[in-house]
């Protein structure tokens, strides 16, 4: 049984997570730690935590869980800095957006019989702005949430209960896991979350040039391009990390897309424009 | 005091007029006229029309106004039929998307002191599926209603009296009217809906090809990924007029994403990846 969880990082995402558990039944201790401590009192407040930490290596040492929810270096950082005061009874995860760099980690630095247990996570929900503020405890339910867990074999018997404890916990969040190998994670994600955001964030910049001194023009868009630019209020703090570790597959997928919006200006009066929306309605099928 | 308004297509944005105006206060009569009998059933059992014509041209020389409400080249050809058997007490209205063709039609066929006027409109509101079925009594409320309306000048005292009527009627609708040049609304609409539409749709083809056969991946992407390509499900039919009658601006339009796509992928590791951020942020400051 899970009884002392500690989440370092009370962002969107962390403080989610408290008050997630919370709603699903977790009736143990939860010890929060932020880098400025100005998130931390706001996830305190919120009672997605029941107390700060001071030292976040001391909040995981006194944990039998540990959630890393701070942006992908941050967590490599993290996981360098706890995989040695840390033992086999005990588990670390993470909600990073890439995971080819943070299951390499977990594989060289975790998941031995005398070293603490990692499972490489990534809850897909998030808002498009972030801090403890906006915290839901509803922002996992009927999301998926994968995992990427490529060295569990030699996992401590203990880490290996706590792991499956842990996805219950998710589960128990709302959530729907799913399993991936972490290459085809970063691939996948490329395709399904990184291209969605970085056209976003295009579409928004370019329209910031083009409209955006006229904000009665703005205006005009409408639902549709309100809900085609409400990325475009991405923290970039954020997205640099995802757009450092996931680069060769994000460059694939806008370079795959540029050609498709090519394709559709070249063929705007063609039968060929018919084919391309019938292509869109497929993947928008019920 | 306009009693007597007729309706040429009760597909979504038809229909929703009707039930709109209804919604409204108006309490004259409403006839409908589709071309296919089944969306004028679906109207007139929703109350959005009281009764259903055989004849369009007949309702229209019945009606004070007549609302045109299907894609735009059909628009013209209500316009060119219905101009000779119309009289100077009575207007014409449209709500196709692009206002260019449609102006010119207006000032060339209408707005004479022997003829019907013709106010040319455009609400900014829509759903990505067609059909009297999703019409909705509040569907242009908070929106913006466009008008082009450049051929004004010789208009009879009838017709303007009719037009002023009709655009508190737009307002009653719960619509904000905005008045613009009809070759400023189509480069403007170009940026704030079409570039939005052709981009959900480029996107959501694209992803089609990539992982349209699993659908256990498409459901990864989350709500970033359902709002991106929402519009993926619109309609050919539609958009295949505006795609016709506004192509040397939706093709500027789509030139400049693809280049900001580009510069995007080209410095996914330089500090210009902030500054686009930084851009797109600006756009949806608050």
Redesign the interface.
């Known amino acids: 049984m899970i009884e002392r969880i500690s989440i370092l990082g009370t962002g969107l995402l962390g403080t989610s997570v408290g008050l997630a558990l919370r709603e699903a039944g977790f009736r143990g201790t939860i010890t929060g730690w932020n880098r400025s401590s100005e998130q931390g009192q706001i996830a305190l407040k919120l009672s997605a935590v029941d107390s700060l930490a001071i030292d976040g290596v001391e909040a995981a040492q006194a944990s039998q869980v540990t959630v890393i929810a701070v942006p992908i270096f941050a967590t490599l950082d993290w996981m360098e800095k706890l995989a040695p005061v840390l033992g086999p009874e005990q588990l670390v995860t993470d909600v990073g957006s890439t995971k080819r760099a943070i299951s390499e980690a977990a594989a060289r630095l975790y998941n031995t019989p005398e070293r603490a247990a990692f499972l490489p996570g990534h809850p897909?929900?998030?808002k498009?702005r972030g801090g403890a503020a906006l915290a839901d405890a509803n922002l996992f339910r009927g999301?998926?949430w994968?995992f990427t867990d490529n060295s569990a074999a030699q996992r401590s018997p203990q880490g290996t209960l706590l792991t499956n404890n842990w996805r219950g916990l998710v589960s128990a969040m709302g959530a729907?896991t799913?399993d991936l190998d972490p290459v085809r994670h970063d691939e996948?994600?490329a395709?399904?979350?990184h291209?969605?955001?970085?056209?976003?964030?295009?579409?928004?910049?370019?329209?910031?040039?083009?409209?955006?001194d006229a904000p009665?023009?703005?205006?005009?868009?409408?639902?549709?391009?309100r809900?085609?630019?409400?990325?475009?209020?991405?923290?970039?703090s954020m997205?640099?990390d995802i757009?450092?570790s996931n680069?060769e597959a994000?460059?694939k997928a806008?370079?795959?897309?540029?050609q498709?919006?090519?394709?559709?200006?070249e063929n705007?009066?063609t039968p060929e424009?018919?084919e391309?929306?019938?292509?869109?309605?497929?993947?928008?099928r019920e």
């Open positions: 897909m929900a998030g498009e999301a998926v994968l729907n799913l996948l994600v395709w399904v979350s291209l969605p955001q970085f056209t976003a964030t295009a579409l928004s910049a370019l329209l910031e040039e083009e409209v955006g009665e023009l703005r205006d005009v868009g409408g639902r549709a391009l809900e085609m630019t409400r990325l475009g209020a991405s923290p970039y997205w640099r757009a450092h680069t994000i460059e806008l370079l795959a897309l540029e498709h919006l090519a394709h559709l200006r705007l009066r424009l018919k391309e929306f019938e292509r869109a309605n497929k993947f928008r």
